[in-house]
Each structure stands twice: as C-alpha cells, then as structure tokens.
C-alpha cells in the first residue's frame, strides 16, 4: 500500500510561482507513473500532468502548458509540480496519484493511490 503526501500548497497572487511535493511511503515511487490533478472549488477534479516512472515522458493539460513542471526524485521518493504565471483559475486542491500500469494516463480511473490534497489559492 502506496501513501503519498501533498505539501507546499498555499496563497500567492497572480503571476507568482509554487512547487508542490508529493512524498510516497511504503513503496517503491520507481514503479509508478506519477500524475497530478486539481479541483477547483464547485468543478469536478480535472487531469494537470502526468511523469512516466522513468521520468522521460511528460504530460500536461493544455491550461497549463508551459506553466507547469513536473519532475520526480526516485532517490527520494518524491514528485514535484513546479507551478509558474499562476492564474486566479489555477486555484484549487492538487493531489497527486501513483499508477502502477504499463503505460501513462490521463485518466483518474487509472490511478491506484491517491494523496490527501493540498490547497493552492491564486489572489488576483
């Protein structure tokens, strides 16, 4: 059983930047494909990108194309999703999802763990 952890959320004004951390325990991060997802407040919980286990391949929703970063530390077992030019659209709750399957996805079904989330608020 996969435990990931969300850190580094918080309030920053538009144009500013955040890197969210997503620490896994109680297993081995090499073996999953790393995603990271939002939910703004009254939408459903929407695909931001996804990072192949190797860390070769990346994905990314259009909204944040060229914004958004992700990257991964195996060694440390942790994932991070560097966020740039934030907008007030950018707010809310991230969470990042391990998948163990062969290949990467966008969808939330794909996903076999899920962290807590943690809140990012863009002020305008």
């Known amino acids: 059983q996969v435990q990931l952890v969300e850190s580094g959320g918080g309030l920053v004004q538009a144009g500013g930047s955040l890197r969210l951390s997503c620490a896994a325990s109680?297993?081995?991060?090499?073996?999953?494909?790393m995603g990271w997802f939002r939910q703004p407040p009254g939408k459903e919980r929407e695909f931001v990108g996804v990072?192949?286990?190797?860390?070769?391949?990346?994905l990314y929703a259009e909204p944040v194309k060229g914004r958004f970063t992700i990257s991964r530390d195996n060694a440390k077992n942790t994932v991070y999703l560097q966020m740039n030019s934030l907008k007030p659209e950018d707010t809310a709750v991230y969470y990042c999802?391990?998948?163990?399957?062969?290949?990467?996805?966008?969808?939330?079904?794909?996903?076999?763990?899920w962290g807590q989330g943690t809140q990012v608020t863009v002020s305008s």
């Open positions: 990072i192949s286990r190797d860390g070769v391949r990346t």
């Open positions: 999802a391990a998948d163990r399957s062969i290949m990467v996805t966008t969808r939330q079904l794909g996903y076999d763990y």
């Open positions: 109680g297993g081995i991060l090499s073996n999953y494909h």
